[in-house]
């Protein structure tokens, strides 16, 4: 699976939309977009995923720019409760992936009041 | 929430005792995951199976077996555990192999001294 890039950290007013970005150059055609998130002492939550198109659902918004080399994760409204490490995550659609997500280091994102 | 409970979610062993984790699901889904998460490492796969008594390796499955006799339970054994193996593990679960989402339990830590 190919290999993501995050910034390490980043910082968000609560009300506002947070964009977290994510590099994944070396993406193949047949591999997803994932986002999920860990809240501090929890399990990982999934938010998103996408393999070309704009995806939204009631958490977040997923944009794939259009070589897929590069994606952004939209929270419109941050809360406090959004507090947590963000992680974006390429892996394959097929059965050779067997839950096999390779967990970088994330974005730890702090909404601040 | 993805009905999936852990437990012990937390225990303190001693180095050679054997440990066994188990991971119990409300939903049904043929596959289930173990993990571990240790700081630097991200989430490593340690195993997987895709349904009643069908398990096979991941990423870091030395020192590990796993046993699935039914659809909701999937154990993970330590036979003789050691201090590398403190950690916090995560079961996970998925209604499909490939994409999709993975919905992940609370976590067990466990301490081996």
């Known amino acids: 699976d190919a290999k993501t890039t995050q910034p390490p950290s980043m910082d968000c007013a609560e009300g506002r939309a947070a964009n977290l970005p994510c590099n994944h150059s070396?993406?193949?055609?047949?591999?997803?977009v994932y986002w999920y998130r860990q809240i501090h002492s929890q399990g990982p939550q999934y938010i998103i995923h996408?393999?070309?198109n704009n995806e939204t659902n009631e958490m977040a918004s997923l944009i794939i720019t259009e070589d897929r080399k590069s994606s952004t994760l939209i929270l419109p409204h941050a809360t406090l409760r959004d507090t947590a490490v963000y992680y974006c995550?390429?892996?394959?659609?097929?059965?050779?992936?067997?839950?096999?997500?390779?967990f970088g280091a994330g974005t730890q994102v702090v909404v601040t009041p | 929430d993805a009905g999936i409970t852990q437990s012990p979610r937390h225990k303190v062993t001693e180095t050679g005792t054997p440990v066994t984790l188990r991971c119990h699901q409300t939903?049904?889904?043929?596959?289930m995951y173990w993990y571990r998460q240790d700081p630097g490492h991200g989430l490593r796969l340690i195993h997987y199976?895709?349904?009643?008594?069908?398990?096979d390796k991941g990423e870091v499955s030395d020192g590990y077996s796993v046993s699935r006799s039914k659809t909701e339970d999937f154990l993970l054994t330590l036979e003789s555990a050691t201090s590398s193996q403190t950690s916090v593990y995560f079961c996970?679960?998925?209604?499909?192999?490939?994409?999709?989402?993975?919905?992940f339990g609370e976590g067990s830590r466990l301490t081996v001294l």
């Open positions: 070396t993406i193949s055609g047949n591999e997803y």
């Open positions: 996408g393999l070309k």
């Open positions: 996970a679960i998925s209604e499909f192999p490939g994409a999709g989402e993975l919905f």
């Open positions: 995550i390429v892996r394959g659609g097929t059965t050779d992936s067997w839950g096999k997500l390779q």
């Open positions: 939903e049904n889904h043929r596959y």
């Open positions: 199976s895709y349904g009643v008594k069908d398990t």
